[in-house]
Every structure is written in structure tokens, then in C-alpha cells.
């Protein structure tokens, strides 16, 4: 008796993908806050550091959706989606963080997220 895994369509798999992107950008936050709460580098502090373990956990949550993503979908067009995380992690760090965001910031937005538009556009054609 063998069972049919379950296969991803294409929009499925790129949604995954972007979730992952969303994974990361929470991660990205859990580790920048568990440096920002370390006073001084120890072993014990990173091994007590719950933000930090939150983030790398995160990470591995990712990790797995990209796998599931990636055994059905594309690769060349999956994988730049990834590159929002950049996106996200900006907005991030500029609203959270108050980091300045200067033109060089807005430029990369602007190329990645036409980027990955484009790739979108031309898997639909």
C-alpha cells in the first residue's frame, strides 16, 4: 500500500516561499534583538538567549517550507522570491529599529521587487 505524497502547485509553492520570506524577517528580528539584550558574549548567554533560539527556530521553519517549496515549484523562479526578505527586513529595520532609510535603501527595493515581478510575469506568459 503506498501513499501519494501531496504535490504543491505552483501558486502553492510560491506561496510557501513567500512565507518563508515572512519566517525570516521575524527571525532576523528575534536575533537582532537577542544581540541587542546581550550585555557580554558567553556561551551560557547564547545558550539562555530565548530570542535568539526564537529566531534560529525560525529559521528552521523556513528552512522546511522551502524544502516542501522547492521539491514541486521552480527554482529559478522561486528562489529570487527569497530576495523579499531583503524587503521586509528594511521596512523592518527602518519602522522597529529606526534605521534611516536613504536612496540606495528605496533603489534595492525598487530592483528586487521588479525583479521578482518580472520572473512572476514571465511564468504566466
Request: glycine residues 10%; charged residues 10%.
Amino acid at each position: 500500500m503506498s501513499k501519494e505524497s501531496y504535490r504543491f502547485s505552483h501558486r502553492q509553492s510560491v506561496g510557501l516561499v513567500f512565507l518563508c520570506t515572512l519566517f525570516g524577517v521575524t527571525a532576523q528580528y528575534f536575533i537582532k534583538t537577542s544581540g541587542m539584550q546581550m550585555s557580554s558574549f558567553s556561551l551560557m548567554g547564547l545558550l539562555t538567549n530565548v530570542h535568539l533560539w526564537a529566531g534560529l527556530s525560525l529559521y528552521g521553519i523556513s528552512t522546511g517550507l522551502l524544502i516542501l517549496a522547492l521539491r514541486d515549484g521552480e527554482l529559478s523562479l522561486l528562489y529570487p522570491v527569497i530576495s523579499l526578505t531583503y524587503v521586509w527586513v528594511t521596512i523592518l529595520s527602518v519602522m522597529v529599529f529606526n534605521e534611516a532609510l536613504n536612496v540606495y535603501k528605496v533603489s534595492g527595493i525598487g530592483v528586487i521587487c521588479s525583479g521578482v515581478a518580472m520572473l512572476g510575469k514571465g511564468k504566466s506568459e
